[in-house]
């Protein structure tokens, strides 16, 4: 066994102690309520990047949550790694449905973690993931193997979309000076099939509000007098997709990249079982843009998606009502080249267009993000994929991803740098949702497959 394999499996224990610690703490972005506990999270990184050896280490102060960098400049000639990742989580919301506390951890076996999973949320996104890092680089600090030089950067704020990061790269070029940047926030296909994801969809979310009538009104008084804001919304939202599942806002497909039939040919190859996936989601049959397979539609293909929808009377029982304003929440999933300001701004006028005139509308912009594709032919890359082999066993496959992170296209746009996106997690590991878990095995193998990733990088790019 490696001096790195063996310093990890006498460890092993403490790494996923440190971890629970981390998981503990509710450190939720979005809701000001938990601001203590997201600056806590953030100590605890401080504090966790200092005894593993790092130095330089600061807490960054910003508009929101603050910003934890640390690094380990060891040598000159050797590449700079800029590691990535967050410490915020979402929101546990709803509570009930989760079988138990979501910043309580428990390890359960699960028939694809037989190994055992940690549940909690965050336990994937990202803190698992991200704390992975941390114990590498103690792992390569301790056993005299680091080959790279590293730097930390772990924001506290990609849920709600990085805008703070984002002033922060721009006025800290210079500190954040690298190669490459690694992060762990994505997943694998599955534990023997692994895959590194070399794409992001970009992202344009809106909030609309139909506005009616000055008040709520008697529905059988005013009903069929007086459009009713929900019908009406329901009747705009429905107008936003054609026969075909695309999407009818002129304009919106412009600048979508056409995937040649040759990379369209060599995706398809990825192993997938549509059976096993509708069984999954309990559904008798997928859906989606014509022309396109699962794997393209939640990948390469633009989406827009009513995330919540509300208005009227939801309360227990019946109330007739006939509401005076009717609200949702839209996301777009956008590909290379759509840019999310532009989108939101089709999205805007197009909306304000088809609204009738006996209703108002408001569209209100939230945080965008652009999509990204990372090339699998440089040294980043290679090293990856050499990595991965050599830990899983296989080479792994490159697979783009439907989710968004919108600060890795602006590392390229800003800093200059390509991102590698490594991440282990699995798509049955339900992030975001109740019941988040990550596996041991993805951790530890996680843990085991960065220090490669240092070792392979730092020969191809040696000076
Ligand atoms: N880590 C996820 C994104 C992700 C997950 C990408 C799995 C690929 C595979 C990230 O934390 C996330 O949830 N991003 C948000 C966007 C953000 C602006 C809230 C998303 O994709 O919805
Ligand atoms: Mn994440
Ligand atoms: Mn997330």
């Known amino acids: ?109 699960t028939s694809i973690h037989p190994d055992g999973a940690i549940f909690a949320r965050g336990a994937c996104d990202d803190k698992g993931q991200m704390y992975m890092h941390l114990k590498a680089f103690e792992t390569m600090i301790k056993t005299n193997e680091l080959l790279c030089n590293v730097k930390f950067m772990i924001e506290g704020e990609e849920e709600v979309g990085s805008e703070n990061l984002e002033t922060f790269i721009r006025e800290n070029k210079e500190m954040l000076n690298a190669d490459v940047v690694l992060v762990s926030d994505t997943g694998i296909i599955s534990n023997d099939t692994p895959s590194i994801c070399v794409g992001l969809r970009g992202l344009s979310y809106v909030e609309v509000e139909v506005v009616g009538p000055n008040r709520d009104l008697h529905s059988g008084l005013y009903g069929g007098a007086v459009a009713n804001p929900i019908n009406i919304l329901t009747k705009m939202i429905a107008s936003l997709h054609d026969e075909n599942a695309q999407i009818n806002i002129p304009g919106f497909y412009d600048n979508v990249e056409i995937v040649s039939e040759k990379e369209r040919a060599e995706m398809a190859k990825a192993p997938f079982d549509l059976d096993a996936y509708q069984q999954d989601l309990d559904i008798k049959s997928v859906f989606g843009e014509k022309g396109y397979t699962t794997n393209e539609r939640n990948s390469i293909r633009p989406t827009l998606d009513v995330n919540g929808i ?33 989108i939101t701004q089709l999205f805007q006028d197009h909306f304000n267009k088809i609204a009738p005139e006996y209703v108002k509308v408001n569209v209100t912009p939230h945080h965008g993000g652009e999509g990204v594709v990372v090339p699998t032919n440089f040294n980043g890359f290679l090293a990856a994929s050499k990595a991965m082999e050599d830990s899983f066993g296989k080479k792994p496959i490159p697979v783009r991803s439907g989710g968004s992170i919108p600060i890795v296209p602006l590392f390229e746009e800003v800093l200059g740098l390509k991102t590698i996106l490594l991440g282990f997690g699995l798509d049955s590991d339900v992030i975001h949702s109740p019941n988040e878990h990550y596996g041991l095995f993805n951790f530890y193998k996680g843990i085991e497959t960065i220090p490669l990733f240092y070792k392979y990088f730092n020969e191809l790019n040696k000076r």
């Open 310 to 342: 509300w208005g009227g009377y939801i309360g227990e029982g019946a109330k007739t009502v006939l509401p005076s304003k009717a609200y949702a929440k839209i996301s777009m999933r956008l590909v290379p080249h759509q840019s999310s300001k532009r």
């Open 1 to 109: 066994m490696s001096k790195i394999n063996n310093f990890i499996d006498q460890n092993k224990d403490r790494f996923l102690q440190e971890l629970i610690e981390l998981l503990k703490i509710p450190s939720v972005s979005a809701d000001s309520k938990f601001s203590d506990n997201v600056r806590e999270a953030a100590n605890y990184i401080h504090n966790k990047l200092i005894s593993a050896g790092a130095e330089n280490c600061q807490i960054f102060e910003t508009k929101g949550h603050p910003i934890v960098y640390g690094e380990k400049i060891i040598n000159d000639s050797f590449p700079t790694i800029l590691v990535y990742g967050h410490y915020d989580v979402q929101p546990a919301d709803p509570y009930e449905l989760w079988d138990s506390n979501p910043f309580e951890p428990v390890i359960k076996n």
